[in-house]
């Protein structure tokens, strides 16, 4: 711990089930109606565009509704507190880090709260519907859809988390189930660069076995509990 200065943290859904959003692939809620598959794709909207952007305008709408919690606090104090290199790398798409307070956050998989326009390539932020197709507010055209990355397409700034991950001493991954890549494979690719790397997750994962160490629980615990260690508090 006393030489660690660069620090990366993968987050996923779990760090947000306690704020009330529904992960992905655990029992229960909005995704049981919804296969994951079948709404976050490129193929899926161009199949049934208002299936997808009304189910994304529910959940943007949900998710402002939504508050931070103590694993989200506990970062962001984390993000304020530590001098050396610190990112933490959200798949998720809601802004409850920011929210928290966090700055050094980078969204790989996009967030709810922008716009993209396919037409002129605008991205900006967007908190209201998409279903009745507003116009872009810089070209004009009718072409906005969530700034969101499905399967198929290219997460954002891929070449940014490899090179703090390069540079990384400790890799953390914090409520994801290991099972969409390229954020899965981020754990074998810092074992490789001989990075230590750490999993707080509620149960084990699809990634656990790749992990140096990996604690089981709410992130509400885990999360604020392990900061507090770093912070040596
Ligand atoms: C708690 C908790 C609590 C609960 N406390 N924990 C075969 C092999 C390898 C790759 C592929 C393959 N076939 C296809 C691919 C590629 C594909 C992929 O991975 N597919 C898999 C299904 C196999 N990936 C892609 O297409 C990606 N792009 C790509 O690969 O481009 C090429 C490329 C190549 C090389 C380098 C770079 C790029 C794009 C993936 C886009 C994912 N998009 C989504 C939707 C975003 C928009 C939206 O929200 O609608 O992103 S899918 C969805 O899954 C979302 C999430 O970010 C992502 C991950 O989910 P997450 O966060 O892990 O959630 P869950 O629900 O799975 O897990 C929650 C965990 O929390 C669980 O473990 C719980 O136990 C835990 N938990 N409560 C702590 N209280």
Redesign the pocket.
């Known amino acids: 711990m006393a030489d660690m200065r660069n620090i990366v943290i993968l987050t996923?859904?779990?760090?947000s089930?306690?704020s009330g959003i529904d992960?992905?692939?655990?029992a229960g809620g909005l995704w049981e109606q919804h296969k994951?598959e079948d709404?976050?794709t490129p193929e899926a909207f161009e199949r049934d565009p208002d299936l997808v952007l009304r189910f994304y305008d529910m959940r943007r709408e949900a998710i402002q509704a939504k508050q931070p919690n103590a694993a989200h606090e506990a970062l962001a104090k984390l993000d304020a507190a530590w001098d050396g290199g610190l990112l933490i790398v959200t798949?998720?798409?809601d802004d409850l880090h920011e929210r928290a307070g966090a700055s050094r956050v980078l969204h790989m998989?996009?967030t709810h709260l922008n716009a993209w326009c396919t037409a002129c390539d605008m991205r900006a932020k967007w908190t209201g519907p998409m279903l009745d197709r507003p116009a872009c507010p810089e070209c004009g055209e009718r072409a906005l859809r969530p700034d969101?990355?499905?399967?198929?397409?290219?997460?954002y700034e891929?070449d940014r988390i490899y090179a703090s991950l390069r540079k990384a001493d400790l890799f953390v991954s914090i409520?994801?189930?290991?099972?969409?890549?390229?954020?899965?494979g981020f754990v074998q690719e810092a074992r490789e660069m001989r990075v230590r790397t750490l999993e707080l997750?509620?149960?084990a994962?699809m990634g656990s076995r790749w992990f140096h160490e990996s604690r089981h629980g709410?992130?509400?615990q885990l999360v604020p509990q392990w900061v507090d260690e770093v912070l040596g508090g």
């Not at 996923?12 to 760090?15: L, P, R, S, T, V």
């Not at 992960?23 to 655990?26: I, L, S």
């Open positions: 996923g859904a779990g760090i089930a306690e992960t992905f692939r655990d994951v709404v976050a798949q998720n798409v998989h996009g969101v990355v499905w399967f198929g397409e290219m997460p891929m409520g994801t189930s290991g099972a969409v890549y390229p954020a899965a997750n509620l149960e994962s709410p992130a509400t």
